[in-house]
């Protein structure tokens, strides 16, 4: 059955005391809506609605960011999870299939509980998520008899009784999208809150004689995020899922809890990771490369049997080839490194392409920026970079060419051809010793004055 994604994303979040939609607030780099749509999307939805409405602009650019086909609905008054996905009944009056309704501040619904979910469909027209909470607090509380659930009371307006119920309601609905505008219509504001709850949905479904179940899940992917401290819990429960998925993949990491993986970071099986390493959004590791420690990469490519850092710095656009190395104190920006190329020591390329089996000596920097326009460095292959050459683009070195330690090479190199552009050295014989005995003299000459 063709199934529509609806993501509520209008709150503000007051508790996060932020300028910035709650839902834009960021794990592993990626805003929370991110998250949530991304676990929304494994139950491949022919539509995906975000509902939009604190930050609605903001909210709006950040979801088509992760989903050009998105479409995101208004809610200008916030006036409960009910009226929230009342605002895609026009947007849905002619769907014919299932309305998903996930929570855009709660990113870590697996794939697996949606797909139970689904399959709970089968047999009963609404399926809530459900978890027992180990602390049941402000949530809703799902009140069952058997397999079946008959209501959902919000905490604000159950008995005691009900409050001591710990199955609560993670917000997560499925049902049938037809049923469901049906249902809201009949959803009123007259409660604790003056809201309009999307839970009410159940009890009036069971009234109609509609049939309602519960799919339970554990308490940490109902997570919801609605402060900076419950950010923190997820960003710390998100890098321990993801590591743990990468080391069950093949990867090795010396000291996990040092690695601070990227929302979409990716990487083959046999890479080693040692300590302190932080990816950034965008990055791809092939198999059996070596990342070694305090190195920082985003939005690039390690391919093979590449060895990067110790303190390395790859930033977008680096493209580093089969069994090349960056090594120690590098920087590589919007660069392609091709197959054995080399820079191993203290040196920035940038904007630039290196040939197959180049070395770059120590200190090389690819002077790219003249203040105004950045410009391109291109060099051959098996070119021999002496230590410190300054490459003032935009600049060509031809294959099999070299350059002297210290030159500043600002016109093409040809191919084969040696570049040397520094200052002659002269030598002065006898002269450093006598520049020494009058230094000293002086010294001490200073040294009586001041006793
Ligand atoms: C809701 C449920 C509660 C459940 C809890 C789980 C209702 C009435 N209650 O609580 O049973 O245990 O979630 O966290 O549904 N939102 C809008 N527009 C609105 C109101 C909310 O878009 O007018 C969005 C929020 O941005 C948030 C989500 O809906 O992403 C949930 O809202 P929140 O206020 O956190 O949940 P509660 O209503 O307190």
Redesign the pocket.
């Known amino acids: 059955m063709a199934t529509a994604l609806v993501v ?6 007051t508790r996060m005391k932020s300028d910035r939609p ?2 834009l607030h960021e794990v592993a780099g990626a805003p929370l809506l991110a998250h949530a749509m991304r676990a929304g999307a494994s139950i491949d939805p022919v539509r995906t609605i975000v ?4 930050g609605a602009a903001a909210v709006e650019a950040a979801a088509r960011a992760w989903d050009p086909e998105v479409e995101v609905v208004l ?1 200008a ?8 996905v009342d605002q895609c009944r026009s947007a849905l009056a002619d769907f014919d299939g299932d309305v998903v309704v996930l ?4 990113p870590f619904i697996r794939p697996e509980t949606l797909a139970a979910m689904q399959a709970a469909r089968a047999t009963h027209d609404i399926v809530v998520l459900g978890f027992d909470a180990a602390d049941p607090g ?4 799902l009140k069952m008899s058997g397999q079946s659930l008959e209501a ?1 009371v ?2 604000k307006d159950a008995s005691e009784q009900d409050r001591a119920i710990t199955l ?4 997560v609905i499925e049902t049938d999208a037809k049923g469901l505008f049906s249902l809201l219509e009949a959803v009123g504001n007259d409660n604790a ?1 003056g ?6 949905v159940v009890g009036l479904a069971r009234a109609r004689g509609l049939t309602a179940t519960v799919v339970t899940c554990d308490e940490s992917e ?1 997570l ?1 995020v ?1 402060s900076r401290a419950a950010l923190v819990d997820a960003n710390a429960i998100y890098q321990a899922r993801a590591r743990t998925e990468l080391i069950a993949a093949g990867v090795t990491m010396l000291a996990p809890d040092t690695v601070h993986l990227g929302f979409d970071t990716v990487i083959g099986p046999d890479t080693v990771l040692e300590p302190n390493l932080v990816f950034g959004p965008g990055v791809t590791i092939e198999n059996g490369a070596t990342i070694r420690a305090f190195s920082h990469l985003e939005g690039c490519h390690v391919a093979r049997g590449a060895v990067v850092g110790p303190y390395a710095r790859l930033r977008p656009g680096a493209e580093l080839s089969e069994d090349t190395r960056i090594g120690n104190f590098v920087e590589i920006k919007n660069a392609q490194i091709h197959a054995g190329a080399k820079v191993n020591h203290l040196s920035y390329i940038g904007d630039a392409e290196l040939g197959e089996k180049t070395n770059v000596g120590a200190g090389t920097v690819t002077c790219n920026y003249d203040g105004v326009f950045k410009h391109r460095t291109t060099i051959g292959r098996n070119v021999f970079v002496g230590s410190d050459t300054m490459l003032v683009a935009p600049v060509t070195l031809g294959d099999d060419s070299m350059t002297a330690t210290g030159t500043v090479v600002t016109e093409d190199v040809p191919e084969g051809a040696l570049a040397l552009g520094r200052a002659r050295q002269v030598n002065k014989p006898g002269l450093a010793r006598r520049m020494f005995e009058k230094l000293k003299f002086a010294k001490a000459q200073r040294d009586k004055d001041t006793e």
């Open positions: 509520l994303a209008a709150g503000k979040g709650k839902v509902v939009a409405g604190h809610q008054e916030q006036l409960g999870t009910g009226h929230a929570y855009g501040d709660t402000r949530y809703g509380r959902i919000e905490f609560c309601n993670s917000g809150s809201e309009y709850y999307l839970t009410d109902t919801g609605d």
